[in-house]
């Protein structure tokens, strides 16, 4: 259950989680999604169904195994709940939706922010691109920020920092 605060509990978390070895094998969809509201765009953007819903006000499922790391959910989910994680050799990776301008560019230094918005880690840029077909449905800018392997369960946004 969510804490009062709106912030997911570490059993949220546990329950929801790719293990580490999938992790750890190509790019695995994790949904934060937790508030039983109507809302299914992650269901209808998989291409794969692996995303399923017992109801429409019901908390989304994923199937690690079925996931292909296409990032069309992510693009897709209008709160914002779901990102993409991976493990590769010594580096992690978060990608998540951005949706402010200016974009950020790829090499870019941010601090990388829990779900608290507290700052957990340096991280770079290492993409920013765009779903064709999903683009024009939502508009939505995918950034996929390089961060320490450890990091990846953590790190959920990112903040610019002030260029001089």
Known sequence: MIDIDGVPTERDLKNSAPSEDRIRRK?????????????????YSCPVNAITMKTLISIPEINHEKCT???ACVAACPGIAIFMVEKKDEDGFVTLAYEFVPL??????????????CIVC???????????GIEKKTKTTLVRLRVP??????VRFFRRRVQA
């Open 149 to 154: 392997p450890e990091k990846v369960m953590e």
């Open 122 to 132: 340096e991280a770079s840029v290492s993409r920013v691109f765009s779903l064709p």
């Open 69 to 71: 790391g296409c990032s």
């Open 27 to 43: 790019p695995v969809a994790l949904h934060e999604c937790y508030q039983d509201i109507p809302c299914d765009p992650c269901v």
């Open 104 to 117: 950020p560019a790829v090499g870019e230094l941010v601090d990388g922010l829990d779900r608290r918005g």
